[in-house]
């Protein structure tokens, strides 16, 4: 009975060793880092990697690098979890609902801060973030009117990012404000709407008027095309008419020429035609043709 005592403790201490072996040891990822703790203190920030610590004296709280998110999603059937989304008012006065997420990420030179001052990073995010996001997206949004913020909201998106960048004073880098969805009132939406309606009107018969404007121009370049056509075509008519008749006049005055210089050359011509028959019926006082009797020798 004796031995069950000591087989007892031997068991403990057994124990003891593996608890203290298991402990002594432990990883950090990638996108995280480990502030090491001696006896509540920091004692030092760890890398990702296997490490080894005292067991019982030490302890590591991990610290995540990687971007975290923020959102003002969901409607006014919120869940305990969930987070409202935000209200508020354009230059103009237009009352509207905003989706919005906020991208933010610790960096690696300040978690032994994060640690410190807030203990972790969801609640350095609902101490820095989410009480600043909205009062600086409101301001934002109350410095341009409901159309640009619409036809504009990359840049409205930059601009949020920037104020609540200046305005987060922990230590945090805010990497985007997205603007998910921007809900104004049915009758703002229905006058949108109709105005959008109307410019689409306008477009597409900006644009009849262009493919009128070229059916046009096509008329008139193809209607040019034949005019061209018929006039060069008259013109070489009448060019082919002025060259035959120069060819024919020339023929002529050099006829005339000729028979200016034998005067034979007719009787020639008309005897060269003759067919040998003798007219049938003549004038009165007429001469027969290519007959002429000349004296006797």
């Not at 031995?3 to 002594?24: D, E, K, M, Q, T």
């Not at 504009?152 to 998910?180: H, M, Y």
Request: charged share 20%.
């Amino acid at each position: 009975m004796a031995r069950i005592p000591g087989i007892g403790l031997g068991v403990a201490a057994v124990l003891l060793l593996l608890i203290a072996f298991f402990s002594s040891w432990f990883t950090i990822d990638e996108g995280e880092r480990g502030v090491l703790l001696t006896n509540g203190a920091v004692s030092g920030v760890v890398d990702p990697g296997l490490h080894f610590k005292l067991p019982i004296f030490q302890t590591v709280a991990k610290i995540s690098l990687r971007q975290q998110v923020v959102y003002w999603t969901c409607t006014s059937s919120c869940g305990s979890d969930e987070r409202p989304v935000m209200q508020a008012y354009s230059k103009d006065q237009q009352p509207a609902d905003l989706r919005v997420t906020v991208n933010f990420h610790v960096p690696a030179s300040e978690v032994v801060d994060v640690y410190t001052n807030y203990g972790s990073v969801e609640a350095l995010a609902d101490r820095v973030i989410a009480r600043k996001a909205p009062q600086e997206i409101k301001v934002v949004f109350g410095q341009v009117d409901a159309v640009s913020v619409i036809q504009n909201r990359a840049d409205f998106n930059a601009k949020a990012a920037a104020a609540l960048g200046k305005a987060a004073d922990g230590p945090v880098i805010i990497d985007s404000v997205q603007i998910e969805n921007i809900d104004f009132s049915d009758a703002y939406e229905a006058a949108v709407e109709a105005r959008m309606m109307a410019q689409v009107e306008v477009q597409k018969r900006q644009q009849q008027l262009a493919q009128e404007k070229i059916n046009a121009e096509i008329a008139v370049t193809q209607a040019q095309g034949r005019a061209d056509s018929v006039k060069a075509e008259a013109d070489a008519s009448a060019y082919q008419t002025r060259v035959n008749g120069e060819a024919e006049a020339a023929a002529i005055e050099a006829r005339g020429r000729a028979i200016a210089n034998n005067p034979l050359l007719i009787e020639l011509t008309r005897a060269e035609r003759w067919d040998g028959k003798l007219p049938v019926t003549m004038l009165p006082g007429s001469t027969v043709p290519f007959l002429e009797v000349g004296p006797k020798q």
